[in-house]
């Protein structure tokens, strides 16, 4: 029998709702219920394609036993964090800071007003590595609430306070300058692995914010030693098992420093974030493999991505059915020497084994290898490569394919529309721009809608009940800006004007600090704020950005003075934590540069408009449209008229301007860096 998940939108929630749990979706009825029977909330948080999340539903959630003990001493929630980020970042700080660490699932043991006492991640069905069971944590908790309420009270208000006293330190006065910026490049290069590229050690995660920041800076400064670690990282992932050989995308990160073995799961938004990393570092190099990776991961977000609506789905799992019809991690990507035998015939397996990194031993489990392009086959047909990958990649579509999350988060849908917009700009590709728009008018059709707001979540052309959050209006601003600046298509500066104004309303605080919901969303034990950039920019740090474009587009002062409060945050936090505020440093270097603001008087998508595009200037923003009514749609082309009648292009930054050009070879040595 369904529970009343069975009501709801999201996958993830979906995915429980045949459970014996009694599950409740987070509401206040929920806690209502939990004061009516004077219990705890069990609060269970997770995402649909969470590995560990499947492993503790199918052990516990799906044990009958267990579900009856739950039910009758718990009131338990379930929640999808990717519908609820707010939920999931307030009690991750509650976790992490009584624990030490945090991951999902995350199992949070709540009071009836909602607050903290006891916490964990995943727990196993029986006792191990001196973790207790399920069942025994489900036990111990009951007795703590029947025997010692005065004490879970106290913990509990104790976490609370403690949770509250966390104000953030934003930075105070003034922007990030040079002498922040230069700090944040040392740290940058401390952490980087000179051997394996990336920064840090294992788990190895693609660092795509900090290197937009190190190719902007490197255009701004010329500096070779920033160009070179995000050429080489860029590389290292691109010929690693982190990148699927056979169908383009990444996966979400290497569990080792090589970038051999992934965890197999795909998501919306580090594909976006590095298809746009790949097309900037073509941009900055002309590297025919950051072109081939761009367009490929670009093309797999299409294919497999992509919604009947035209949005984008957010993920695929890591997990699919093996050949004995069990679940397993990487059972869709991973070969043996025998599988190729199978389908390429002895010659080209062997071939094909020594090119992918293919091992008898196997680096993964079981025999199975990751396809990787570990570069010792020595000089390669590329033909007889081209035929290989089809073959293999046919065989590989014959097998169970990943579990698809459809659900379209806003936010990453908006870092999708920025990445397609721009690739297909710069390679040729209009289809994509096509996609790019389609996404765009989806969230402005259903996530917008009549509400004027925009909804975090959409499954199917239907809204989420969701209210989007700082990184929604941040993201979906960015996206809609990029594709301003690609189509010449005004109306799309013009929402994201709309969104950024309700960020000024809603989401600033007092000196330029910025907070996770608005001030009207529902209030939690504490109101989120995170400036740190971690598998996406922060909301704070995206919409710095979009707010310091948006501002170069229009003249905003108000815009222009928010971007340059959020970005305290960023001098503050720059020099001592650069790998976790890359964003926020990229859009440092924005402000630094100008940004420049570039409008071409001319047809879009002609040279001088394509060559502005390619401009490597960071953070430009550029304005393209001829005729009388190019500058109702940008203000940056009002009395920009074509100089003897050619397409002209005018450069200004800092309030002052270039004179104009009409040459393309001119325009781009003024927006070279």
Wanted: with cysteine; net charge negative; hydrophobic share 40%.
């Amino acid at each position: 029998m369904a529970n009343r998940l069975a009501q709801t939108t999201s996958p993830y929630l979906l995915q429980h709702a045949d459970n014996p749990v009694d599950w409740w979706p987070w509401s206040p009825e929920a806690f209502e219920e939990a004061r009516k029977r004077d219990v705890p909330v069990l609060l269970s948080v997770g995402y649909a394609s969470c590995h560990w999340c499947h492993v503790m539903a199918h052990e516990s959630f799906e044990d009958d036993d267990i579900a009856a003990y739950l039910n009758a001493h718990f009131v338990p929630v379930k929640v999808d964090r990717e519908e609820r980020p707010d939920v999931d970042a307030v009690y991750m700080e509650a976790v992490q800071a009584a624990t030490g660490h945090g991951g999902w699932p995350m199992t949070v043991f709540l009071t009836p007003d909602a607050e903290p006492f006891y916490f964990g991640t995943y727990f196993p069905p029986e006792p191990r590595h001196g973790s207790p069971s399920f069942q025994q944590v489900l036990e111990g908790v009951t007795a703590a609430w029947a025997d010692r309420r005065d004490e879970v009270a106290e913990v509990a208000g104790r976490i609370v306070g403690d949770l509250a006293g966390r104000s953030l330190v934003h930075g105070g006065d003034g922007v990030p300058g040079e002498s922040e910026v230069a700090q944040a490049l040392l740290g940058l290069t401390r952490e980087y692995d000179e051997q394996y590229g990336g920064f840090g050690g294992a788990p190895k995660f693609p660092p795509s914010m900090a290197i937009e920041f190190l190719l902007r800076h490197y255009a701004r400064t010329g500096a070779e030693g920033a160009l070179q670690m995000a050429a080489d990282t860029c590389t290292a992932m691109a010929r690693g098992g982190i990148y699927d050989q056979l169908g383009g995308g990444f996966a979400r990160y290497s569990v080792d420093r090589e970038w051999i073995v992934p965890h197999f799961e795909k998501m919306l938004y580090d594909n976006a974030l590095l298809c746009r990393v790949y097309a900037h570092l073509w941009r900055t190099t002309g590297s025919d493999e950051a072109r081939r990776i761009a367009l490929e991961t670009a093309d797999f977000m299409v294919r497999e991505l992509r919604t009947a609506e035209g949005g984008f789905a957010s993920a695929l799992d890591a997990d699919s059915e093996d050949a004995d019809g069990k679940h397993v991690e990487g059972a869709y990507y991973v070969w043996t020497p025998a599988q190729l035998r199978e389908v390429l015939g002895e010659d080209d397996a062997a071939f094909a084994a020594a090119y992918f990194g293919v091992t008898e031993d196997g680096t993964f489990e079981e025999g199975a290898s990751v396809l990787r392009l570990p570069g010792d086959a020595g000089p390669v047909d590329a033909a007889r490569v081209a035929g290989v990958r089809a073959r293999l990649l046919a065989a590989r579509d014959e097998r169970p394919h990943p579990g698809r999350d459809d659900k379209v988060v806003a936010a990453w849908n908006g870092l999708a529309i920025a990445a397609l917009a721009e690739t297909g700009a710069f390679f040729d590709r209009p289809d994509l721009v096509e996609r790019a728009t389609e996404a765009a008018d989806l969230l402005v059709r259903v996530h917008l809608g009549d509400v004027a707001r925009l909804t975090r979540t959409s499954k199917d052309g239907r809204a989420g009940d969701n209210a989007g959050v700082l990184e929604d209006y941040g993201d979906v601003a960015e996206g809609f800006l990029a594709l301003a600046a690609v189509t010449g298509e005004g109306a799309w500066l013009e929402f994201a004007g709309f969104l950024l104004d309700i960020v000024l309303e809603q989401f600033t605080g007092e000196g330029g600090q910025l907070y996770d919901t608005a001030h009207d969303a529902e209030q939690l034990i504490r109101r989120p704020q995170d400036p740190t950039d971690s598998a996406t920019p922060s909301g704070w740090t995206a919409a710095a950005g979009a707010l310091l474009s948006y501002a170069a587009y229009t003249g905003s002062e108000a815009h222009r003075t928010a971007a340059e409060g959020a970005l305290g945050v960023v001098k503050a936090l720059g020099p001592r934590v650069p790998r976790f505020v890359g964003w926020g440093l990229a859009v440092a270097e924005a402000l630094l540069d100008g940004p420049r603001e570039v409008a071409v008087a001319g047809p879009v998508g002609g040279e001088l408009h394509r060559t502005a595009l390619l401009g490597r200037a960071p953070g430009a923003v550029v304005a393209a449209g001829e005729g009388p009514g190019a500058g109702a749609e940008f203000s940056l082309l009002v009395d920009r008229p074509l100089v003897g009648g050619a397409p002209t292009a005018y450069v200004c930054r800092h309030f002052v301007c270039d004179a104009p050009t009409t040459d393309a070879g001119e325009l781009a040595a003024k927006l070279g860096g």
